[in-house]
């Protein structure tokens, strides 16, 4: 009786899973694959699909994808793709980028309002880990009631008194 070799799609592992590094840092991840086919060719890209950003490299033999100098838009998720006549599969593996806060408020002040007009402040805050938000009033430990909409924290008040935003 002669047996065929069992032909199955090449299978796939990547060191680290998962990645924390700091903006301005830098991270690789090795993809590793056992296929009883050969050749095996290995793509790197983004999970969503989209093109791999310039500060993404690939090493000479595919296997080792290195991110110099995150940014922040090089967090996400990245696939290492093996290819063969067997098949294909993949291994994800996870990039966390964190960068400092950011805090923008709309309108810019100082403000000044009338005693008894009403005035809303938006304060727009991006960092990773994602900031808290707390409102204060300048001079008093009260805290003041604010409303999140779409990533912006609102605070509406009846008073001439400056306002802060503080991460």
Not at 90 to 116: D, M
């Amino acid at each position: 009786i002669f047996l065929l070799p069992r032909h199955t799609a090449p299978v796939v592992t990547v060191e680290p899973r998962t990645a924390t590094i700091r903006q301005g840092e830098s991270v690789s991840y090795r993809c590793q694959v056992k296929s009883n086919v050969q050749p095996v060719q290995l793509e790197w890209r983004r999970a969503n699909n989209q093109a791999l950003p310039d500060n993404v490299k690939i090493g000479p033999d595919g296997s080792v994808l290195t991110v110099a100098n995150a940014r922040p838009g090089n967090h996400g998720q990245y696939r290492c793709v093996a290819i063969s006549a067997a098949g294909r599969s993949f291994a994800n593996v996870v990039l966390n980028v964190k960068y400092p806060s950011k805090v923008q408020l709309t309108p810019a002040g100082p403000l000044l309002i009338r005693t008894g007009e009403s005035m809303a402040v938006e304060c727009h805050v991006t960092g990773r880990p994602r900031p808290t938000v707390t409102w204060k009033r300048r001079g008093s430990t009260l805290q003041l009631v604010t409303q999140e909409i779409n990533d912006a924290h609102i605070i509406k008040v009846k008073d001439k008194r400056k306002k802060g935003c503080q991460t």
